[in-house]
């Protein structure tokens, strides 16, 4: 007997076998037991998540007679009467599987649907089940789109798609919808242990742990791994073996690059870059695995109780080590670097070169606690730095001292803040408001109020404007206007009202003459033309259409 992978072998026949969709078998349970059933169904998601194999449960569910030829539709499939057997093995003539990537056309869904209306042979429904449906051509999806709302009473649809963006809405209205996830790692690594249990082949759990995440939320993708891996460890499944077999690294070089990190040591940081290079091990897998790894640590500082099951115990005990030593500020930033890291790995100029960088950035930057901002690594931060008095324009930040002063000692004012403290704000010289407005940072409903204001009078505290209407100097517009003033001249401005005629020059003013003018030399230019005038010319009447001509 030849022999049958896993992936087929191991395909769930029942809603009990299958594993991950919890929310997909509730509302179909629910359905068959209770004869609520549409005619089409539409199933989507990712590669190896039970599609098909969940159209296959299902049309045993209705077609199934019991063990005693007297059975109704269910949602427990007997397993043993003839539909459920044949389904099973792919013979039955009314469970018809179509590939839509290559039955696309118009022509292979007339077929489909002439056929569509005959009784079925031997079954209770007809089912068709079209994988891949978004390969159809836009006219085959037309031609179905009547017989998919209203089918005849023995034909049922399943539909299965792992891009439903390409389906168009007037079939998705026509199904019950419903999207399959992605399996996660405990899910993965409990079937496999169940599968390999039954099977008779040893394993670590290390090992299935790799494969799960490999698999990336594909249990078919999870058991063809773990046919390889199989093959590749002699009829076990071991840890070192499937790390070799993925190309994967060892956890041990990522545990010593978060040490590294925080011990600040360089040297040790390098000398495991260079031990990843010398086995030519993928740089990106290991930024990956890094942000795996930081992520558990940032989990474990934020929830120390959260469930570790997709850890082994070893390295679950170094994670919980290290979240006492980095703070989870740093660890957020070392995430953010390792996530761009990777993203930028092609652009550097070699591989090794783009990890190492990235880990050296790691090294470099710090968040300050205190502050909320990137600091320097430390031990690189120098205690005292003397600035001369004619280039400040801000402080910079003072380091911390290296011991505190005693409480009741009074702390001394650096020079640097003595100097800031002479005044050096701008004067409130106003020569021309329309330049002024111009240079706020201004938008909405402020810009209109500095727009359509007049400048009144001034002095050194605050300024005079004339609005004509009330309604634009609101208590809002106000605040932010004085906030732009502030940011302007560096020191608080008071705003003060008066409501009436404004007959002085505003910016609104000055800005709708320049565009008046610009309109009358743009009028005048076409006037001028040899060409239009050549047209005015020959052709009687004709003339420029006025609000035409626009400047550029």
């Known amino acids: 007997m030849s022999y049958q992978v896993l992936a087929r072998k191991w395909r769930p026949r029942n809603f009990e076998t299958l594993v991950g969709q919890e929310h997909v078998v509730r509302a179909l349970r629910h359905a068959l037991d209770e004869k609520r059933l549409h005619h089409a169904w539409l199933f989507t998601g990712t590669r190896g998540v039970g599609k098909t194999t969940l ?125 399959l996830k992605q399996m996660p790692v405990p899910n993965i690594v409990g079937h496999l242990a169940h599968v390999l249990e039954q099977e008779g082949i040893g394993f670590e759990r290390g090992a299935l742990q790799l494969l799960a995440r490999a698999a990336a939320g594909s249990m078919r993708d999870a058991l063809s791994l773990t046919d390889q891996a199989i093959a590749y460890g002699a009829g076990q ?24 990190l925080a011990d600040s040591d360089g040297s040790a940081l390098m000398s495991v870059v260079d031990e990843i290079a010398s086995r030519s091990l993928s740089f990106g897998n290991a930024l990956q695995e890094i942000g795996g790894l930081l992520h558990r640590i940032a989990t474990i500082q934020m929830i120390p109780s959260a469930s570790t099951e997709d850890v082994v115990e070893a390295d679950d005990a170094h994670l919980r080590v290290l979240a006492g030593r980095l703070s989870p500020e740093d660890v957020q930033l070392y995430y953010q670097i390792a996530a761009h890291g990777r993203r930028d790995l092609s652009l550097a100029p070699d591989e090794v070169t783009g990890f190492s960088m990235t880990l050296l950035r790691m090294l470099a930057f710090r968040i300050d606690e205190g502050a909320g901002a990137l600091r320097p690594a430390p031990a690189r931060v ?42 050096v704000a701008k004067l409130l010289v106003i020569d021309d408001w329309v330049s002024l407005v111009s240079r706020l940072k201004l938008s909405g409903l402020t810009s209109q109020l500095a727009q359509q204001s007049e400048l009144v009078a001034h002095d050194d505290r605050s300024i005079t404007l004339r609005v004509p209407f009330k309604s634009l100097a609101s208590a809002v517009t106000l605040d932010k206007l004085k906030l732009a ?68």
């Open 237 to 260: 499944v071991a840890e070192a073996a499937v790390r070799n077999m993925l190309g994967a690294l060892d956890q041990t070089y990522l545990l010593r690059v978060l040490d590294a």
């Open 55 to 179: 159209s296959r449960i299902l049309a045993k569910c209705l077609n199934c007679i019991g063990s005693d030829g007297n059975g109704g539709i269910t949602s427990k499939p007997c397993g043993v009467c003839r539909p459920c057997t044949e389904i099973d093995a792919g013979r039955f003539v009314d469970y018809i599987e179509i590939d839509a990537a290559s039955n696309r056309g118009v022509d292979e869904m007339a077929q489909l649907l002439e056929q569509a209306i005959y009784a079925p042979a031997n079954a209770r429904f007809k089912v068709y089940m079209i994988d891949e449906v978004h390969m159809l051509t836009s006219h085959a999806f037309n031609a179905m789109l009547k017989t998919l709302e209203e089918p005849p009473e023995h034909v049922k649809f399943i539909l299965a798609t792992t891009d439903p963006q390409k389906i168009p809405v007037t079939v998705l209205s026509r199904c019950l919808q419903f999207n």
């Open 485 to 552: 003033l502030a940011q302007s001249f560096g020191r608080p401005i008071g705003v003060n009202i008066e409501v009436g005629t404004v007959r002085g020059t505003t910016v609104a003013a000055v800005r709708s003459d320049e565009r008046a003018a610009r309109q009358a030399d743009a009028q005048a230019i076409i006037d001028a033309d040899p060409f239009v005038q050549a047209v005015v010319r020959d052709f009687g009447g004709a003339r420029v259409v006025p609000g035409s001509v626009k400047p550029v």
């Open 382 to 423: 120098p205690t005292a730095t003397v600035v001369p008095k004619a280039v400040v324009a801000a402080p910079p930040p003072v380091a911390k001292p290296s011991v505190p002063p005693a409480a009741s000692a009074p702390v001394a004012a650096p020079a640097v803040l003595a100097a800031v403290d002479a005044p």
